[in-house]
């Protein structure tokens, strides 16, 4: 596990951004795993920035939402395949049919998360995945006490992811969705390489439990100690209450050049 703590969300976005552009460069079709919410925003506007301003080609790029509300259709305002379309997909040159979110719409969900998980092993599995990570540890919706091994499948929402994700509906919490779809930890760790983005104060308690914590259930992000490769990118105030905080910015200074994308 690499740890990089940047002076800025913006600065943590252009190391994770070139990560994906190489990442792109070695394999014009690579496989994408992205994340909604407020902390990928700044990634994807970089992306953004990169299509228009140097021609990133996203033209061969497959992308996999990790999660969808069950209830809500793709064109409704807080879903996340809307999101997706308002913060990258129409900014950029993917090709529709490539992109996929969960349906929160499906007459058999069940069925709709046996088939996303069908469709990604049909790709080759993800190359990147992009993730972000809740206040109690949860990654995608993978609330605490979420098996390790979970496959794609329905979770019930906590209260507390209920009424963090509140401020993105109108009417507040009561419009919130109590399920969702959500790619499972077991999924996930399955991916070749992980980019865990956080930021803000609010973030540096779990992040700290995430990374320098025993590993468990009850903070799932934790499950990510486990895999070969991934990189936790975070701001100052994100990273303030690592332990091993110096040694993190030790071990990156002196990182070779060559490394570094």
């Known amino acids: ?69 069950i209830g809500l259709p793709g064109d409704h305002p807080c879903s996340y395949r809307h999101f997706m379309q308002e913060h990258l997909f129409n900014k950029i040159n993917m090709k529709p049919e490539r992109t996929h979110v969960p349906d929160g719409m499906a007459v058999n969900i069940d069925q709709e998360c046996l088939a996303y998980e069908h469709k990604i092993h049909a790709v080759g599995g993800i190359d990147v995945q992009v993730l972000g990570i809740g206040t109690d540890g949860h990654i995608a919706f993978n609330e605490p006490g979420s098996s390790l091994g979970s496959r794609t499948r329905i979770k019930t929402l906590t209260q507390k992811t209920r009424e963090d994700n509140a401020r993105f509906f109108e009417g507040g919490i009561d419009e919130v969705p109590r399920h969702c779809i959500t790619m499972g930890v077991g999924t996930i760790m399955e991916c070749r390489k992980l980019l865990l983005f956080a930021f803000g104060e609010g973030k540096a308690e779990i992040i700290a439990k995430a990374v320098e914590g025993p590993m468990t259930a009850m903070v799932p992000a934790s499950a990510l100690q486990m895999h070969q490769d991934v990189v936790i990118l975070v701001d100052e105030a994100a990273g303030s209450k690592l332990k091993l905080h110096d040694y993190y910015n030790h071990i990156y200074a002196n990182k070779p050049a060559w490394q570094k994308s």
């Open 1 to 69: 596990m690499e740890v990089i703590i940047s002076p800025t969300p913006e600065e943590s976005a252009r190391l994770g951004a070139d990560i994906i552009a190489y990442a792109m460069k070695i394999k014009p079709n690579v496989v994408l795993g992205l994340a909604t919410g407020g902390t990928p925003v700044c990634l994807y506007d970089e992306l953004i920035r990169r299509r228009r301003d140097e021609q990133l080609d996203f033209a061969g790029v497959t992308s996999f939402n990790l999660d969808e509300y």
